[in-house]
T-cell receptor
Framework: DAKTTQPNSMESNEEEPVHLPCNHS???????IHWYRQLPSQGPEYVIH???SNVNNRMASLAIAEDRKSSTLILHRATLRDAAVYYCILRRNAGNMLTFGGGTRLMVKP | DTAVSQTPKYLVTQMGNDKSIKCEQNLGHDTMYWYKQDSKKFLKIMFSYNNKELIINETVPNRFSPKSPDKAHLNLHINSLELGDSAVYFC?????????????FGPGTRLTVL
């Protein structure tokens, strides 16, 4: 799987939007962009995924650059419960195992 | 009801022992996985398994072996435990239906080898 680059950590204030960036300049045409998050002392949790178009679900939005070399996970209103490590992952097809990078540790301040 | 469960939650044992961690999923999924999260918090895939195929990450020592008594279970057996095996182990599963792009993770088992 191609590599992703994320900032080590980010801070946000509660109730404000958060934009978590991810660079994946070596992405191939068949790679899906997945986001998972890991809350403290829990297993990873699926957040969202996309291929080319922007995606929205109840948890977040995913904005994908036109050249697909970067993407941004958007949390519209951060809450304290959103404090977690967020992982951006590229996956070639549904059967592939996930390759986690270092992720971004999001801290949310009240 | 817990979708993916693991037992035990904590496991403390001596070097050289053999131990097992159990994983069960009640989601009707076809594929299950084992991941290892080390002290630096990096998550690494160990195995992917469905009823047809076992895929092993080549970096996993052969002291580790997955055993699947049925589709809902994938247990992890570890022989001759070493200090470096101390980590949190996560089980996950994935189905082939609407949520086929999502892996559902268990709560983890923290293994400490003394």
């Amino acid at each position: 799987d191609a590599k992703t680059t994320q900032p080590n950590s980010m801070e946000s204030n509660e109730e404000e939007p958060v934009h978590l960036p991810c660079n994946h300049s070596t992405i191939s045409g068949t790679d899906y962009i997945h986001w998972y998050r890991q809350l403290p002392s829990q297993g990873p949790e699926y957040v969202i995924h996309g291929l080319t178009s922007n995606v929205n679900n109840r948890m977040a939005s995913l904005a994908i650059a036109e050249d697909r070399k970067s993407s941004t996970l958007i949390l519209h209103r951060a809450t304290l419960r959103d404090a977690a490590v967020y992982y951006c992952i590229l996956r070639r097809n549904a059967g592939n195992m996930l390759t986690f990078g270092g992720g971004t540790r999001l801290m949310v301040k009240p | 009801d817990t979708a993916v469960s693991q037992t035990p939650k904590y496991l403390v044992t001596q070097m050289g022992n053999d131990k097992s961690i159990k994983c069960e999923q009640n989601l009707g999924h076809d594929t299950m996985y084992w991941y290892k999260q080390d002290s630096k918090k990096f998550l690494k895939i160990m195995f992917s398994y469905n009823n047809k195929e076992l895929i092993i990450n080549e970096t996993v020592p052969n002291r580790f072996s997955p055993k699947s008594p049925d589709k809902a279970h994938l247990n992890l057996h570890i022989n001759s435990l070493e200090l470096g095996d101390s980590a949190v182990y996560f089980c996950a599963s994935r189905g082939l239906t609407r949520t086929r792009n999502e892996q559902f993770f268990g709560p983890g088992t923290r293994l400490t080898v003394l």
